[in-house]
């Protein structure tokens, strides 16, 4: 008999397949609700794919009411700011709507098996968007400034409501977290892949947006690990998942060209307004001081050394 059993939203994004992988090495029986086309790049074979789009409320409670997972995580998002200004509405309903449903299906979950149900929310820095408050922490006003940040921020804010009803539900306020799985359309991947692309004379330029933008960028699969943290604890609650440290859309392009061994990197590089978002947050850097007293959490990759990972996937591609 398994140990336990999880069910993972959004199981096809970078987080949840590396969430995967590390659930079932402990001996969980993981399930997980998912739109994408199977098979899911990364994904663990031994993971159960129930095909179904978090916003059909009922389906979804009926499998949660079925399944009575101990663990429930919800990856599920629009997850790209850039999207989010292209499909508001779209991003409302599933950041927004349906992870509020989520909660209430595990509520009631809860309520009908006498079990209880540890409920772990993705949620985001772009809660805090425009903040001037600097590092930013659980306590931090909600400031949001684009249409994914604002639904998060409902999220966030209805975790906290559930908690308040008896549901062991933890909002995680993930800063960007970045891997060799982060899809291109972020700026990180788009970053690594095309200086790859560069260096080995596969493209000539690097077309970007923003380059005074600055965000406190971690390793994924160290995020996942406050995921796990959180479903475990005895105390439920906001928890900031970050480093303490930022950089600029600069600075990454600079450490990317440097790992590639190209110093000389500002003649590759142009800025393009295609790139450039109607409103962006200008520095979101986390204070994780909590997740570590309370779930003994810490990041264990640095900047650089997560730069030169991902340029180095790239490189081998
Ligand atoms: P986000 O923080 O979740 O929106 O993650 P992204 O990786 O998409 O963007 C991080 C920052 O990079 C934002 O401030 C963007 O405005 C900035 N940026 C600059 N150029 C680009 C680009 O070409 N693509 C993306 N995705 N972001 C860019």
């Not at 998912?34 to 993971?47: N, S």
């Not at 809860?110 to 590092?135: C, L, N, Y």
């Not at 994780?288 to 990972?309: I, N, Q, S």
């Amino acid at each position: 008999m398994p140990a336990q059993r999880a069910l993972i939203t959004g199981v096809g994004g970078q987080d949840g397949t590396y969430l995967a992988e590390a659930l079932l090495a402990d001996g969980v029986e993981v399930h997980a609700i998912d739109t994408a086309p199977t098979p899911i790049p990364h994904l663990p074979d031994d993971v159960t794919v129930h095909a179904l789009d978090l916003r059909d409320v009922d389906a979804v409670r009926t499998l949660v009411l079925e399944l009575a997972p101990a663990q429930l995580y919800n990856l599920a998002a629009i997850s790209s700011v850039a999207r989010s200004w292209d499909q508001p509405d779209l991003t409302s309903a599933v950041n927004g709507t349906a992870a509020v449903a989520l909660m209430e299906s595990a509520w009631r979950c809860q309520e009908k098996h006498g079990d209880p149900v540890s409920f772990v929310q993705a949620s985001s820095a772009e809660i805090f968007g425009v903040t001037t408050t600097t590092p930013q922490s659980e306590s931090t006003a909600l400031a949001p400034v684009n249409p994914y940040g604002a639904a998060k921020a409902y999220g966030h804010l209805m975790a906290r409501v559930y908690r308040g009803r008896g549901l062991a539900t933890s909002s995680l306020i993930l800063y960007n977290h970045e891997s060799p799985r982060r899809p291109t359309g972020f700026v990180t991947r788009k970053i690594t892949s095309t200086v790859a692309a560069i260096r080995q004379g596969r493209a000539e330029s690097l077309v970007l947006g923003n380059l005074d933008a600055r965000r406190d960028w971690g390793w994924a699969p160290d995020y996942v690990e406050a995921m796990r943290a959180a479903a475990r604890t005895e105390t439920p609650g906001d928890f900031v998942v970050a480093t303490g440290v930022s950089h600029s859309v600069a600075d990454f392009v600079a450490a990317a060209f440097r790992h590639a061994g190209i110093d000389d990197w500002a003649a590759f590089v142009r800025t393009d307004p295609e790139f450039v978002r109607p409103a962006d947050a200008h520095e979101l850097v986390g204070d994780a001081t909590l997740a570590r007293d309370v779930l003994g959490w810490r990041p264990t990759v640095g900047f650089d050394d997560l730069v030169r990972r991902m340029v180095e996937h790239d490189l081998a591609q």
